[in-house]
């Protein structure tokens, strides 16, 4: 079992910048694919960015955001640059033992989520 735990979320203006961690409660977490997915009102879950032994991101994001791991300290991280209003969502970590996929239900563990806002 993996427990996950997002935090960093919250308001900020167009072009500004945030920074979001997952705290994992497993110390292999090495071996697992981390993704960020985001999920917008009214809109279906979409993947952002996965990492495992290389990384993989939404065309909406590249360039702008950037995920990374530090497995010592369990964690997972999204930096977010450049923010469009657009990228306003609740965006969750989630964990997989296998490959890179973009798809939401290939995901095994999932956090609570983090509200992102950004005010144009």
């Known amino acids: 079992q993996v427990q996950l735990v997002e935090s960093g979320g919250g308001l900020v203006q167009t072009r500004g910048s945030l920074r979001l961690s997952c705290a994992a409660s497993r110390r292999t977490l090495s071996r697992y694919t981390m993704a960020w997915f985001r999920q917008a009102p009214g809109k279906e879950r979409e993947f952002v960015a996965a990492?495992?032994?290389?990384?993989r991101y939404a065309d909406s994001v590249k360039g702008r955001f950037t995920i990374s791991r530090d497995n010592a300290e369990n964690t997972v991280y999204l930096q977010m640059n450049n923010l469009e209003p657009e990228d306003t969502a609740a965006y969750y970590c989630a964990a997989r033992d296998g490959m890179v996929t973009t798809e939401v239900s290939a995901y095994d563990y999932w956090g609570q989520g983090t509200q992102v806002t950004v005010s144009s």
């Open positions: 990492i495992s032994y290389w990384t």
